[in-house]
């Protein structure tokens, strides 16, 4: 038997992180013994393990090796950290360290450095002349970057549970469900966003045009209006769409506060589209007094940066969509640092993406009908988010009105 000692602590119990270790052991068909447990014997005190890993074989050792430490455990004798150079630009080494969302740090002369900006799927390079570690894409690798490689000397460490009591960010991530207590949950995500704001802290919203054809645009502008919204990000469609009706009181044709079909209502969005060229942004559209409500009015009226990226299948699109998707990631990047929690409303490849691009102590709440959607997005890696299961279209009045209810309570 190949063997590795390994030890990890923390909130190992409550957390599930000693649990998840032995059934990655398990279902990687290894062995493990126990050699010391120790719990923690009041809720802030740390417990800690130590084990013997086993395998068959070098490889399976290695195997299991690297998914346990990505669970936050970490070999008992300590070793550097491997870099290697890329030979060029935009290229990794073919052994180079692939990221989790997790907070992750490289032992590095003798001192563990935690990785800046870190999220799933990327690469981490160590700079020499500030000795600090980054997480960067293959795009932003540079030839001669000192980038890591393989596991040893990387240590990961996954969120715990919160010390602070009931949350509703503790258990509710591992599934999406249409019966769970959805009014119960948005009450609390309310109560959550109410103390991020209080804090100061941000919030982005994803959204896809569903927020407009549901017809609650009036109660995403007011989330905009109240202070709550740090950024919002979404496709050329939700911008169309939410001019459509703030022009023309329509979205994809239909009468949005009755639902019925308007007459020549198919040119509606063209006609939007068409008004934002001739103003030559939306901003232009604001300041000449001919969009002054909706989603994207709120946006320019209250300083709220937003970001549009385009799709092959957009109209227009409209001046302010970036059509450069490599330029659209990194502006999405740059918006996302720092935020506390993101809204993900009824935009599937938006929210994916997004996803990537956070680390796991970002709160993240996807809402959507389709609940193959949700799921698909706590699959892709964003475990931490709450899968909600319902319409946008009545998710966002509650939210707003439990906000407002916080407001008047406690303010």
Known sequence: MFEQEIEVHGHLIDSMILTRIFDTIMDLNGEFTVLDFKIGKAKDEFSYARLIVKADSQEKLDSILEEVYREGASPVKIEEVMLER????????????????NRTYIYHNNRWIEVEDIMMDKCIVYDPNSDRAYCKPIRDVKMGDLIVVGE???KVVPPERPREGVDVFQFMSSSASSERPTIHIIRKIAKDMYNIKKKGGKIAIVAGPAAVHTGVSDAFAKLIRKGYVYCLMAGNAL???????????????????DGTLAV?????????INEVFKAGSIENLVKQGKLTKGIMYECIKNNVPFLLAASLRDDGPIPDVITDIVEAQKRHRELLKG?????????MLHSIAVGNMLNANVKVVVVDINQAMVTKLLDRGTW?????????GAFLPILVDSIEKIENELD
């Open 86 to 101: 890329a030979e060029k630009d935009m290229t990794m080494p073919d052994d180079f360290y692939s990221t989790t969302n």
């Open 152 to 154: 040893k000397g990387v």
């Open 239 to 257: 911008a169309v769409h939410d001019i459509e009706y703030a022009l023309f009181g329509t979205s994809l044709g239909m009468n949005v506060n």
């Open 264 to 272: 020549r209502g198919h040119r509606n969005h063209m006609r939007a």
């Open 339 to 347: 935020v506390d929690m993101v809204l993900m409303i009824s935009t």
């Open 384 to 392: 931490q988010a709450i899968g909600i299961v319902s319409d946008v």
